[in-house]
């Protein structure tokens, strides 16, 4: 029996393995969306509940193929459905009004491009390419633990802004979700690997997570951490992705090969981790004395930049977002009469399309034009330049 067979054959004989209440329950086989856009079929059985748990399918389809029986998989199925029920049913309503998760919410890290559907239901900010995002801490009454990621609907349904959520977030995250931060070698050793090779220690490498080691890879993003470890390490650093969970960092040299350090953060990602717990396939970079981290950009992607201001300026002013390029207010006014789409840009991360030139001369900080915008600008130009060579011959 392949897969598709399997779903369809659990579908129609679940209920042969439920008590008889659910004779009358709506069957159906779902797709659940997770972390990094990845899509998992799960089974539902609805119910008179507005909470339906889901069970995922793939795990008993490989136990199929490893030579359990059909029968023995369906019972696994129906046991953990019905546990998953008492487990629903015990779960009070009222334990998720504000007053009572205000102290368990957190901020995760995830990859932006891979979840840009999910965005646009949850309260977020982007960071390079990446976003972080809030989820609450949850106990059932049986003692187990979990969390829920925050949608909009729940900021509707606490009476807070999005401004609030990340404050209290940040401030759980060291109250509650402390870092733990310890070189490799240390980690290592306390695995029982006494014997570190020679040579092994000449690059070392930190592991930066939270005390659970569960969406601890956040903490690169936490401006008092990072610059704490700086100063520890004693300069810039590297910051490699390791997953969601955490990240890996080690001094920045001036031989540091970014395009070494990137094929391997690939290389871990496709073979050492699951798709949902993949971060980046990028490199980034935190500098001691701006106090920023940015994304590496890769050598082959290197191009014209717009003005003479630096990216590393423009998060040092506190616009963070790596999609847009900076401009000077003279750049600015020089560009206001092309296609361009120009922005003002704020030192709290935030940026207003403008249009005019008073626009710009009453506007104190920096300005900015989206990455795209800029290299479809360039790639015209190129052609333009070259219609008219040909033009000419």
């Known amino acids: 029996m392949n897969y598709e067979g399997f779903k369809q054959y659990v579908a129609d004989?679940?209920?042969?393995?439920?008590?008889?209440?659910?004779?009358?329950?709506?069957?159906?086989?779902?797709?659940?969306?997770?972390?990094?856009?990845?899509?998992?079929?799960?089974?539902?059985?609805?119910?008179?509940?507005?909470?339906?748990?889901?069970?995922?399918?793939?795990?008993?389809?490989?136990?199929?193929?490893?030579?359990?029986?059909?029968?023995?998989?369906?019972?696994?199925?129906?046991?953990?459905?019905?546990?998953?029920?008492?487990?629903?049913?015990?779960?009070?309503?009222?334990?998720?009004?504000?007053?009572?998760?205000?102290?368990?919410?957190?901020?995760?890290?995830?990859?932006?491009?891979?979840?840009?559907?999910?965005?646009?239901?949850?309260?977020?900010?982007?960071?390079?390419?990446?976003?972080?995002?809030?989820?609450?801490?949850?106990?059932?009454?049986?003692?187990?633990?979990?969390?829920?990621?925050?949608?909009?609907?729940?900021?509707?349904?606490?009476?807070?802004?999005?401004?609030?959520?990340k404050e209290v977030a940040w401030d759980n995250m060291h109250n509650y979700f402390p870092p733990e931060f310890a070189s490799m070698s240390n980690i290592l050793r306390s695995l029982g690997y006494n014997e570190i090779p020679e040579g092994a220690e000449l690059i070392e490498m930190y592991v930066l997570t939270n005390k659970d080691k569960h969406y601890g890879a956040a903490y690169m993003f936490d401006k008092e951490v990072m610059s704490r470890i700086a100063e520890e390490i004693g300069g810039d650093m590297v910051v490699l992705?390791?997953?969601?969970?955490?990240?890996?960092?080690?001094?920045?040299?001036?031989?540091?090969?970014?395009?070494?350090?990137?094929?391997?953060?690939?290389?871990?990602?496709?073979?050492?981790?699951?798709?949902?717990?993949?971060?980046?396939?990028?490199?980034?970079?935190?500098?001691?004395?701006?106090?920023?981290?940015?994304?590496?950009?890769?050598s082959q992607e290197e191009f014209l930049m717009p003005d003479k201001v630096s990216m590393e300026e423009m998060h040092a002013y506190g616009y963070t977002w790596d999609g847009m390029l900076p401009l000077t207010k003279e750049r600015a006014l020089e560009l206001l009469d092309t296609e361009l789409v120009l922005h003002k840009l704020y030192d709290d991360g935030a940026e207003a399309m403008l249009e005019t030139k008073d626009e710009i001369l009453s506007h104190d900080g920096l300005f900015g034009v989206e990455k795209d915008s800029w290299m479809n600008y360039l790639e015209s130009q190129s052609q333009n330049e070259t219609n008219g060579m040909i033009q000419e011959m």
């Open 13 to 165: 004989h679940i209920k042969e393995f439920l008590p008889q209440d659910y004779s009358v329950h709506e069957i159906g086989i779902t797709k659940q969306r997770k972390n990094n856009d990845v899509v998992l079929d799960a089974l539902s059985i609805k119910g008179d509940s507005n909470i339906v748990p889901v069970i995922y399918l793939e795990p008993y389809y490989q136990a199929y193929t490893d030579g359990v029986r059909m029968d023995d998989i369906l019972q696994k199925i129906a046991d953990m459905y019905m546990k998953s029920m008492e487990q629903v049913s015990e779960f009070p309503v009222e334990s998720f009004q504000y007053d009572k998760v205000k102290n368990s919410i957190f901020v995760v890290v995830q990859n932006a491009g891979m979840n840009q559907e999910l965005l646009e239901k949850v309260p977020h900010e982007l960071r390079e390419d990446l976003a972080l995002l809030y989820r609450v801490n949850m106990e059932l009454p049986n003692g187990e633990k979990g969390s829920v990621l925050v949608h909009n609907n729940h900021l509707e349904m606490w009476g807070i802004d999005e401004k609030t959520l």
């Open 241 to 298: 992705p390791s997953s969601i969970h955490e990240s890996i960092l080690l001094r920045k040299g001036k031989d540091t090969d970014f395009d070494t350090l990137r094929e391997m953060v690939k290389e871990v990602n496709r073979t050492q981790l699951l798709p949902t717990e993949i971060l980046s396939d990028e490199v980034y970079q935190y500098s001691r004395d701006t106090q920023t981290l940015s994304r590496v950009v890769a």
